[in-house]
């Protein structure tokens, strides 16, 4: 077997019951839950998760979900704002409602600020780092 039959090999996709699984490992708060949902055996879960193959296709599609999922959320911020502003403006709910609305509103809207004002120290650090290589010359004599 030469060098390249053993790269196929070692990265094939995974099979129809390796994407269930992986799917339930996703959607289950237990492997036991999981594997069960995927009806495959104890044994074989557990193989499949100490495979390499199957780690790295299940972290790919772990990470894909978790930027479908972000993205998702993040196209839904305005209507979750829209609705905080509206429960905290309603004078028919509880005060606790209302204060707790406003927690939030401010929690998170600290939060981001402080998001803002670390990136924009990245940014110039980055910019900075860059303007010195830029600058450095090397002396060969």
Same mark, same amino acid.
């Given at each position: 077997?030469?060098?390249?039959?053993?790269?196929?090999?070692?990265?094939?996709?995974?099979?129809?019951?390796?994407?269930?699984?992986?799917?339930?490992?996703?959607?289950?708060?237990?492997?036991?839950?999981?594997?069960?949902?995927?009806?495959?055996?104890?044994?074989?879960?557990?193989?499949?998760?100490?495979?390499?193959?199957?780690?790295?296709?299940?972290?790919?599609?772990?990470?894909?979900?978790?930027?479908?999922?972000?993205?998702?959320?993040?196209?839904?911020?305005?209507?979750?704002?829209?609705?905080?502003?509206?429960?905290? #403006?309603?004078?028919?709910?509880?005060?606790?409602?209302?204060?707790?609305?406003?927690?939030?509103?401010? #929690?998170?809207?600290?939060?981001?600020?402080?998001? #803002?004002?670390?990136?924009?120290?990245?940014?110039?650090?980055?910019?900075? #780092?860059?303007?010195?290589?830029?600058?450095?010359?090397?002396?060969?004599?």
């Amino acid at each position: 077997m030469n060098g390249i039959d053993r790269v196929k090999i070692k990265n094939k996709e995974p099979t129809n019951k390796q994407l269930t699984f992986m799917f339930a490992l996703l959607s289950e708060p237990t492997i036991t839950q999981a594997y069960k949902k995927a009806k495959i055996s104890e044994k074989t879960a557990y193989k499949w998760l100490k495979e390499p193959n199957f780690q790295m296709h299940y972290k790919k599609l772990r990470l894909d979900f978790l930027k479908n999922t972000t993205a998702k959320l993040q196209a839904n911020t305005l209507r979750a704002v829209d609705t905080l502003l509206n429960i905290m #403006e309603n004078e028919d709910l509880s005060a606790s409602a209302r204060v707790q609305c406003i927690r939030t509103l401010l #929690e998170y809207s600290y939060k981001g600020t402080v998001i #803002e004002d670390i990136q924009e120290r990245l940014d110039k650090l980055e910019k900075q #780092e860059n303007n010195n290589e830029d600058n450095v010359t090397i002396d060969l004599l």
